[in-house]
Every structure is written in C-alpha cells, then in structure tokens.
Nanobody, 120 residues
Framework: QVQLVESGGGLVQPGGSLTLSCAASGNGVRNIYMICWYRQAPKKQRVLVAEKPQIARPKYADSVKDRFTISRDNTKNLVTLHMNNLKPESTAVYYC?????????????WGQGTQVTVSS
C-alpha cells in the first residue's frame, strides 16, 4: 500500500511558477514503477498532465510541454511537478498518482488533490 499527500497548491498570477509536491509513504513505496500527475478543471474530466516510468523519459500533455517538469526524489520518497509560465487554463485540482507493482499485482494509488488557481 502507498499513501500519497500532495501540497504546494495555491493562487498564482498568469506567467508565474508553482511547485507541487507529493509525499509517498507505506510499504509499497519501493515498488513504485510509475509516477504521474493529473488535473481536473471545473466541470471537466480528469486528464493526464505528466508521467514518468521508472527507467524511461517523462511524457507530457501537449498543453504543458516545455513548461512543466515531473521528477522523483527516491531518497525522500517525493514526487514533484514544477510548473512554469502558468496560464489561467491551468486552473484545476492536481492529483498525484503512482503505479505500484509487486510481482503480478499491479495497482495504483491517488492523492487527495491540491488546488491550483491561476488568476490576476
């Protein structure tokens, strides 16, 4: 089992930057093979923003490419999303998601979400 707690959301002006953090804990932390960030804007579906497999390059949604960076610090069990040049359309609840694999058992865990509001 992996528990995730996000932090770092808030209000930021257009063009500003924000870093979201996701602290992972639990017995399954060492079995995380995929880290992801999703977001859900008001009245819209949750969509994938960034993902990074354990031994592969990260992938980003076209809407955030070259502005967002996903990373993982294994020593601190921390997953982060650095967001630059934020736009009003980036306003959403951001969710951390990890994939956990233990032999043939594969499942994922979600954080509770953190609100990001981009507005002047």
């Amino acid at each position: 089992q992996v528990q995730l707690v996000e932090s770092g959301g808030g209000l930021v002006q257009p063009g500003g930057s924000l870093t979201l953090s996701c602290a992972a804990s639990g017995n399954g932390v060492r079995n995380i093979y995929m880290i992801c960030w999703y977001r859900q804007a008001p009245k819209k579906q949750r969509v994938l923003v960034a993902e990074k497999p354990q031994i592969a390059r990260p992938k980003y949604a076209d809407s955030v490419k070259d502005r967002f960076t996903i990373s993982r610090d294994n020593t601190k069990n921390l997953v982060t999303l650095h967001m630059n040049n934020l736009k009003p359309e980036s306003t959403a609840v951001y969710y951390c998601n990890v994939g956990v694999r233990v032999f043939d058992d594969v499942h994922d865990s979600w954080g509770q979400g953190t609100q990001v509001t981009v507005s002047s």
